[in-house]
């Protein structure tokens, strides 16, 4: 069985679905600093590369540009979480599609194999429990844990779980789907815009089963304060990516950066996936220089944070030698007729 999803939606999914269920993607939701979520590691893109992080002057989103001084590759940063259906300007999109070459869509879509992996079969049986997760935690957690399902809706026996790790983040994107968030939907508008065009599509799945049992190398302790963090966002709401996705559908670059994160800091602590991070980058990258052999230009469309993120797709990419042009660059050069 292969299903798309967003990123560590892999290390869930099989774990907490039956062999013959959908896979649900998972991303956690917004919450203010707390102190669980303080008690998580740093997000894997946090130091972000100050000079690219530009508020943009055009209409609509930001948009960067990757060039070779003959091709050029326009660059959409989108949001890793906002509410399904954000509204967005799409003139500039629509502009940019004229004369397109492709357009390549973010590499983090991944499959999972339940019946093609012993591994994942194994590692499914290991994260199974006969009784509800909320039964093995101490009373306090246990109602607060209780109080956030019934708060989207979900009965006891949904989270079904030995490991702590793999309830929180079932729960998380529980919450996102009650709270109608999405990290794809930038993704799916470009997509259909650029199929409309008649412009070639660029999308990378990976399989990853063979990763799903590290969910239960992740130490106990950072689990349980993943699981914390969690439960804190659900209590809060999804106040602080509704604001964020406004920010970014206006252009401001430093407000839609101000996204929540704790997913993406919980999912850094499974072992092998920082590595799989940078595969993810890496081929992303390595898919814009190949467009830029190619005369004219091309769209790819990547997350904020790894867009910007030091070590990240833009950072890399100018670090060989590549002319990397903020929105404030784009922006003065169409004043100048350039662009």
């Known amino acids: 069985m292969g299903v798309r999803k967003g990123i560590v939606g892999l290390l869930l999914a099989a ?29 894997p893109d946090s130091t972000l590369v100050e000079e690219l992080v530009v508020v943009a002057r055009d209409r609509g989103p930001a948009w960067w540009t990757v060039s070779n001084g003959k091709s050029t590759v326009y660059v959409l940063g989108a949001p890793s979480l906002a509410p399904k259906r954000t509204p967005w300007d799409l003139v500039t999109l629509q ?9 390549i869509l973010p ?3 991944v499959k999972v194999k339940l019946g093609g992996s012993f591994g994942a079969a194994i590692s499914y049986m290991r994260l199974r429990s006969g009784a509800p997760f909320e039964e093995s935690l101490d009373p306090a957690t246990r109602a607060r844990f209780a109080a956030a399902r019934e708060k989207i ?17 079932l729960l998380a994107g529980d919450y996102r789907d009650h709270s109608s968030l999405t990290n794809a939907d930038t993704a799916k508008v470009v997509k259909a815009y650029a199929e409309k065009a008649g412009v070639p599509v660029l999308q990378r799945s990976y399989d990853v089963s063979p990763l799903l049992g590290a969910v239960l190398k992740t130490p106990k302790a950072a689990a349980r304060a993943c699981l914390d963090a969690v439960i804190e966002q659900v209590e809060a709401g999804p106040g602080v990516t509704i604001a964020a996705a406004r920010a970014w559908s206006a252009g401001d670059t430093i407000g839609a950066l101000g996204n929540e994160r704790t997913y993406e800091r919980c999912v ?10 940078a595969k993810t980058k ?8 190949r467009a830029l052999t190619k005369p004219g230009h091309a769209i790819a469309v990547v997350h904020l944070r790894p867009l910007l993120a030091q070590g990240g797709v833009l950072d890399q990419l100018r670090s060989k030698g590549y002319i990397v042009k903020t929105p404030a660059d784009i922006a003065a050069d169409a004043a100048a007729g350039a662009e």
Request: hydrophobic share 45%.
């Open 15 to 43: 774990s907490m679905a039956g062999p013959g269920a959908a896979l649900a993607e998972v991303v956690l939701q917004p919450a203010p600093p707390a102190p669980a979520t303080a008690a998580l590691p740093a997000d």
């Open 268 to 277: 850094s602590l499974v072992p092998g996936a920082q590595t799989f991070d």
């Open 282 to 289: 890496a081929d992303q990258i390595a898919a814009i220089e």
């Open 95 to 103: 502009r940019r599609l004229i004369g397109a070459n492709e357009v």
């Open 153 to 169: 809706g979900e009965p006891a026996k949904r989270y079904k779980s030995s490991n702590a790790l793999a309830a929180g983040l």
């Open 107 to 109: 590499f983090q879509d």
